[in-house]
């Protein structure tokens, strides 16, 4: 009866340090998330203020560095005076001026270094006094692996514009924009993981309607970066009719014609609006059949607050778009299509419960 009593109370115990490290690592990736959120935003200034090809060059570790002294800032300056950007666009520009921009693009690349090392060493903490779960090493590893690949994404954005071109490709442009949502959405889905829920978790249509949701937000924060790619919002600035009409004429005068999506700025706008008329559609579809299935549950509550998000997310791009994109508003947003992914992950992720502890494993064994 004692030995009994005594193995239930080390259960107890290995319990409460496993709810004490999961709150831990929890507080960690949230604020792993704050800093990610932060550089998707500096990125996005950096692209509305035409600052993203201010450093020429790549140098992961020495470029944490600026310049220092008069004579560093003339190398800097130099250099950007070599590329296109500069050449037709930016000609007489003052050392002062250069300074300007030259300071976003730093403070972009200094944040995404800084992340990693935010990931990297309070995981090996985590991971060297043993309060990583076992599952979770191969998803952090993961993520780690994809923050090193936007580092080179980033790079290869940033080539794109300093040869034949006076801005970056929009085909990298989205493609950098997408890597950092995924790597956000990865951090937000292992943190709610983590998370204590009070609701069991909702049942398979529930859940695939959540993850689906997902695929679809990604798929317009992809197309939005097309749009801002191309400076496409700087043109057909109404709504709801676009160039005067529902569905206006000459949407495909590249050929061939699936180049259009991503290269003509009147359709991939267009493409835009529409899949967000159609992400909207898909909120509400979602809640309703969420209310319907799992009633008065926080399932419910969540996905409800999910049309109220989307449905705001609309208003203000549609603002944005009949102001013609002022920072301000662009940042807007950018930042509330970060917020509605976040939100949508944390929903689908809380649509399964939490991830099984590893006590309870070991005790069903």
Request: charged share 15%; with cysteine; aromatic share 12%.
């Amino acid at each position: 009866m004692a030995a009994n009593t005594l193995s239930q109370g080390m259960v107890v115990s290995v319990q409460d340090r496993e709810a004490r490290n999961r709150k831990y690592i929890r507080i960690w990736l949230y604020l792993v998330l704050i800093v990610l959120a932060t550089i998707v935003l500096v990125g996005g200034a950096t692209r509305m203020t035409g600052s993203g090809l201010s450093i020429t060059e790549w140098k992961p570790i020495h470029g944490i560095i600026p310049p220092f002294g008069h004579d560093q800032w003339m190398e800097e300056f130099d250099k950007y005076r070599q590329i296109p950007q500069y050449q037709q666009l930016n000609k007489g520009m003052s050392l002062a001026e250069f300074q300007q921009i030259f300071w976003w693009e730093w403070a972009h690349r200094f944040l995404a270094r800084g992340v990693g090392f935010l990931v990297a060493l309070p995981l090996a903490f985590f991971w060297l006094t043993g309060r990583l779960e076992r599952r979770l090493k191969p998803r952090m590893i993961f993520i780690l692996a994809l923050g090193a690949l936007q580092g080179a994404v980033g790079w290869w954005m940033v080539a794109s514009g300093l040869v034949d071109r006076v801005d970056v490709s929009q085909y990298r442009l989205a493609t950098h924009l997408t890597l950092a949502c995924i790597i956000f959405a990865a951090v937000m889905y292992v943190a709610r993981g983590l998370a204590v829920y009070s609701e069991a978790p909702a049942n398979r249509q529930t859940q695939r309607l959540a993850g689906w949701f997902v695929l679809f937000v990604f798929i317009q924060i992809y197309l939005g970066a097309l749009v801002a790619g191309l400076d496409a919002g700087l043109s057909y600035n109404t709504w709801p009719l676009m160039d005067g009409a529902v569905i206006p004429g000459d949407l495909f005068p590249i050929q061939p014609i699936w180049h259009n999506l991503f290269e003509s700025p009147k359709t991939v706008q267009f493409v835009h609006r529409c899949f967000a008329y159609f992400v909207l559609i898909a909120a509400i579809w979602q809640a309703v059949s969420t209310v319907r299935q799992a009633p008065g549950t926080t399932h419910a509550r969540r996905a409800v607050l999910l049309v109220v998000l989307v449905t705001l997310q609309a208003a203000i791009g549609i603002t944005t778009l009949l102001m013609q994109v002022p920072i301000g508003l662009g940042l807007l947003h950018q930042f509330f299509a970060i917020v509605i992914l976040g939100f949508s992950v944390a929903h689908w992720r809380g649509t399964k419960g939490a991830y099984p502890r590893e006590t309870e494993v070991v005790a069903e064994r």
